[in-house]
């Protein structure tokens, strides 16, 4: 189960006064005394999916925002290290690359990792377009830097020290980092992403086989990246890649019926897409932060559904949510699972607005009606490729 | 016309317009980069042999590993001038451009006849706040950019065909490349600026919303003997919307300081 910690207490009509929920949107709008309450509740919430049996719980980095309200995911995965005793704790991720120095988040989830015994899994992102105005970071050099911060990091966990790095955009003289991570050479690293070409080359190439996470999108923008993945991984590197190298991302919601869990989820879906994550295509493309190939990609993408508010019907039809009873729920993973075979499943169970109570039993019917069947699928079930084109 | 070519500066090949007659002026860009089309330089032609590089990474000139800042790009085109076997020229910098210039000068102005600043980037001067090219949608950003109702020519100039507006998104990430952080400065060039030691003048659009004319003021501060104008009308592109003025300012600098 993953979280954002968006702050549900925002007052709506910001967006008569602002252009964005990000970087512009001042930070009076944020009551601390009420966040309190918010972190709180939500470690609350990824406490209890880790006691109902999820594989793993899930945290995530993003400044200067509503939408979510972890500038340090460290910080929460501390929390929840001590507070859980099985499931994974995955940090999907944290923007190495956007700190002068890697090294400290690097020590950082080395020693989480040693105090959960290998309960880690980190992941490696650039962080979105936002958080280069955010942190001040240069977009044109994103990629690179990327690269390299993984590489330091990498090196550093796994290789034995003291050693000098000389890179373009890090330098150190002693890398020796204590304590090394619990997880042997490394934690499993993931890439988690909006579905940037290069990032899904890097993370399927044969020296990583990267999980590749992609995150909420149409479901035809999923089967694309997701298979742009195995795609890289048979042709450009020559070997088949499993289906636990891929994941999926998306807002899940149950409730007793189909109808009941759309209404019950709308207004706080709509907010999630339609007030959170209001974000204009300067503030989430910065210049240079995106191939010139990939920004027009995007260009065309963005010009074609710009204009429109998201609403719950169409969120569905899109398959950007999955919402249902749980029988829909669970008969909408296995298909997808047939179609696109994923392992890794990350389900957003608290989103925008979505209250304590129907946030808790969305929680405890996907445990309970929806999860044990998913756990157990594996690549058998999964229809391949080749299967898929020809249907 | 225009000639238009591209010469190889140690393995990065430079597009550059060379037009008109006159001692060699070199034009420096800024973060908008050349369409072809600028009046400005068509009129600064009619009195000078205009020489118009696209920076690394602008217009058609390719991106280059090695040139990573303003600092690099001003050491870049001391290559480039020997590259070109001119040894003195008359500098026009605008906004990155005229940072540009500005590194070059501290340095040592040895390869200056004169400099005109034109809405130049470079220094930051404290609590006067600055428009931000980047943040902004297109509509804001070409408020910020133009005084008049040019903006919508001009935008609509780089949409005439696909080449042109790839190199727009081009011109954008390799102005971002440049000046993103710290925005659109060298915090430490006004700490050199008493070695520009060659006739400076500096020229302004009063409506400039990307660097405001308190910045034409602060260089005057900081450069020993050099003039400010400002112009009417005008914003950051003084050589596209106020071409002719402009021009005159240039010559007539020219003429005054080096005759």
């Known amino acids: 189960m993953f979280h954002l910690m968006p702050y549900a207490h925002l007052d709506m009509s910001y967006t008569e ?14 009551d601390p005394k009420k966040g309190h309450e918010l972190y709180n509740r939500y470690l609350d919430e990824l406490e209890m999916a880790a006691e109902l049996g999820f594989d793993g719980i899930s945290v995530n980095e993003h400044h200067q925002n509503a939408y979510g309200l972890m500038p340090s ?5 501390a929390a929840l290290s001590r507070r859980t005793k099985q499931a994974k704790i995955a940090i999907l991720g944290n923007a190495f690359c956007l700190r002068e120095h890697p090294l400290n988040i690097a020590e950082e989830h080395a020693m989480i990792d040693c105090i959960t015994g290998g309960r880690l899994i980190t ?19 994103s990629h690179a830097r990327f690269q390299e911060a993984h590489d330091l990091v990498v090196q550093a966990w796994s290789k ?28 499993p690293i993931w890439a988690p992403s909006t579905g940037s070409a290069e990032t899904i080359e890097w993370a399927a190439h044969p020296s990583r086989k990267y999980t590749y996470l992609q995150a909420y999108s149409p479901t035809q923008s999923v089967a694309r990246y997701l298979n742009y993945y195995r795609e890289c991984a048979q042709t450009m590197h020559g070997y088949t890649a499993s289906s636990d190298q891929i994941g999926w991302s998306t807002p899940v919601y149950i409730s007793d019926t189909d109808e009941k869990a759309r209404e019950e989820a709308k207004p706080h879906i709509e907010n999630l897409f339609n007030r959170y994550l209001r974000l204009p295509f300067e503030m989430l493309f910065p210049p240079g932060y995106l191939s010139s190939k990939s920004l027009k990609n995007m260009r065309s993408h963005k010009r074609s559904v710009s204009g429109q508010e998201h609403t719950i019907d169409t969120l569905i039809q899109q398959g950007i949510i999955v919402c249902g009873s749980p029988e829909t729920v669970r008969k909408q993973f296995m298909d997808t699972h047939r179609l696109l075979g994923f392992q890794n499943l990350l389900c957003l169970m608290q989103f ?7 946030t808790e039993r969305n929680i405890r019917l996907f445990a309970s009606e929806v999860m044990p069947a998913l756990q157990r699928l594996t690549d058998k079930e999964y229809a391949g490729m080749e299967v898929r084109a020809a249907e | 016309m225009a000639q238009i070519f591209a010469v190889d ?16 002026l070199l034009f420096l860009h ?18 000078f042999d205009v020489i118009a590089p696209d920076h690394p990474g602008f217009g058609l000139s390719d991106s280059s590993d090695s040139v990573d800042d303003v600092g690099d790009l001003a050491l870049f085109y001391l290559d480039l001038l020997d590259t070109l076997k001119l040894d003195r020229v008359h500098v026009v910098g605008q906004c990155i451009g005229g940072w540009l210039a500005l590194e070059m000068a501290v340095t040592s102005s040895a390869r200056f006849k004169s400099l005109v600043l034109l809405n130049s980037a470079g220094i930051r001067v404290k609590s006067v706040p600055r428009g931000d090219m980047f943040i902004c949608s297109e509509a804001e950003l070409l408020k910020l950019l133009f005084a008049g109702d040019g903006a919508a020519e001009w935008l609509q100039s780089w949409r005439a065909t696909p080449d042109l507006e790839d190199i727009y998104d081009r011109n954008r990430a390799a102005a971002a490349k440049y000046s993103w952080s710290p925005r659109l400065c060298n915090p430490k060039l006004d700490r050199w600026l008493h070695r520009v030691d060659v006739a400076t003048h500096i020229i302004w659009g009063k409506e400039d919303r990307v660097i405001p004319p308190a910045y034409a003021d602060a260089l ?18 003084a050589h596209i919307e106020q071409p002719q003025v402009f021009a005159d300012q240039v010559s007539q600098f020219i003429q005054r300081v080096a005759p």
């Open chain 1, 17 to 30: 006064k602002h252009r964005a929920a990000w970087v512009v949107l001042p930070n009076t709008y944020f």
């Open chain 2, 30 to 47: 800024g973060a908008q980069g050349i369409i072809g089309n600028e009046r400005g330089l068509a009129a600064l032609a009619t009195r």
């Open chain 2, 220 to 237: 005057k501060g900081l450069i020993a003997g050099s003039t400010v104008v400002t112009l009417s009308d005008c914003a950051h592109l």
């Open chain 1, 123 to 141: 992941g490696m992102v650039r962080g979105i377009g936002a958080e280069y105005f955010s942190t001040g970071n240069n977009p044109a050099f």
């Open chain 1, 73 to 77: 995911p460290v910080v929460t995965a």
């Open chain 2, 9 to 24: 500066v140690r393995g990065c090949k430079i597009n550059i317009r060379r037009s008109g007659q006159g001692e060699p």
């Open chain 1, 160 to 187: 034995p020290g003291p050693f000098a790095f000389e890179g373009k955009f890090y330098h150190f003289e002693y890398v020796n980092m204590w304590p090394r991570p619990y997880q042997q050479p490394h934690p």
């Open chain 1, 352 to 358: 925008g607005t979505l209250p304590r109570d129907l």
